[in-house]
């Protein structure tokens, strides 16, 4: 199927390794021992972690308090068998770490609970079990806005971790305008900057320089978030936040993108599928380093996937995994970081399984995914060492035009609270029309 037709379906509906199978035990993955505040899979058989709203696939994980809005997690257990999760809620201050909110008052019922709508795959190389769940419900109904992490963990051992996953909770307190502008300045056709005001007549801001803290995310996003920012004018009921330096991200370009959303024959960006008696395979086509190629318009998913099969009848129970091979051509190898592939697949980090290596023989970087059947968007994005935010312009390249969202979250600590409140949240498209 054609690339853009597919794109407007979703739109609508919304160097080679050995041929055996990725290990699916359950010991610890890169685990340090430490309890991660952020997107953190803590075993290997854990695949396709996925939470957004249930009534939208490509939603932020978000939801406004006291709303009927709920959350849908999705996950695969490739042990294949029956496993007894719980799951629980962990209230953080808005840098992520965890505030004085205790479990016991964060919720109202229960402070955890048992995960009990479970599937075993069906017709599929690669054994399963998934798991879903949708919350908040009446058992364990959330009472205060700001950040939270949702704990997985087995045999209702809460230091038995599976996997954490980020969610917001916010309060429609403030009124936030919002626009993308072009810079001023060298990088005036590279980047996006992002400018906007806040109006206070509805909720009270008594120190908006030290109390209100801004966050504004690329594409959902957290290792490049903008914080920190301060109102360069406080009139009446408006902040004003418009800046030339500390509110400006690299545009980057649009994400590429591959469809196996049937494994019954090859899309446009794969060069071949591989049969083999036990796993499915594809390599896709090579892909281009991009950073002197001028931009195009080329639909894309703003960095997520979707999981689908067109192979059978449920997505959930019947979509394969299948072992996906990526190629850069490139003279040379770097030597001041690495090479990952990179977007939702990789919720947005830089994880090791997903690390390029160089091959001398290939004269490029090759690396593979374990993912199961979908549609995916992704890009290569370069881990400079020591640093903790992932560039995507030295492989993709960067451009003021590039279409991406940005999400603005405002949070506030009142004076007799000890918590930040999510007060506020807007979402706009660049470019601005």
Known sequence: MHKVSFFTLILVSIGCLPLVAPAQSSIDWGNDGQMHYDDHIYRKNIRSVQLHQTTWNFSPPLLELGSNQKLQLDFDDLDGDYKSYYYTFIHCDADWTPSDISPYDCVQGFTSDFMNNYAYSFGTYQKYTHYRLVFPGQAMKIVYSGNYILKIYKDNNPDSIIFTKRFMVYENMLNIHAREKQPIGEDMFSKQEIVFSINTSQYRIADPFSALKIFILQNGRWDNAISGIQPQFVQDTALQYFQDDGNIFDGGNQFRNFDMTSLRYN???????????????????????????????????????????????????????????????????????????????????????????????????????????????????????????????????????????????????????????????????????
């Not at 796993?279 to 001028?294: A, C, F, G, N, S």
């Not at 199961?372 to 994005?381: I, S």
């Not at 492989?395 to 999510?422: C, F, S, V």
């Open 267 to 433: 899309t446009e960006h794969i060069e071949a599928m591989i049969k083999n008696p036990n796993l499915e395979e594809l390599q896709l086509k090579k892909d281009v380093p991009r950073p002197t190629i001028p931009y195009s318009v080329d639909p894309d998913i703003h960095g997520q996937y979707l999981l689908l099969t067109k192979d059978a009848d449920s997505t959930p129970i019947n979509a394969d995994y299948v072992i996906v091979h990526f190629y850069v051509p490139m003279d040379s190898a770097f030597t001041t970081g690495n090479l990952y592939i990179f977007g939702g697949l990789s919720d947005w980090q830089c994880k090791r399984e997903l690390m390029m290596h160089y091959d001398e023989k290939e004269k490029g970087y090759v690396g593979t995914a374990y993912l199961k059947q979908g549609y995916y968007d992704y890009q290569y994005a370069f881990l400079k060492n020591g640093a903790k935010a992932a560039d995507v312009t030295l492989i993709e390249g960067n451009h003021m035009e590039t279409e991406n969202i940005y999400t603005i979250y405002a949070y506030y600590r009142e004076l007799t609270l000890n918590y930040d409140k999510l007060v506020g949240v807007r979402t706009i498209h660049a470019p601005s029309n």
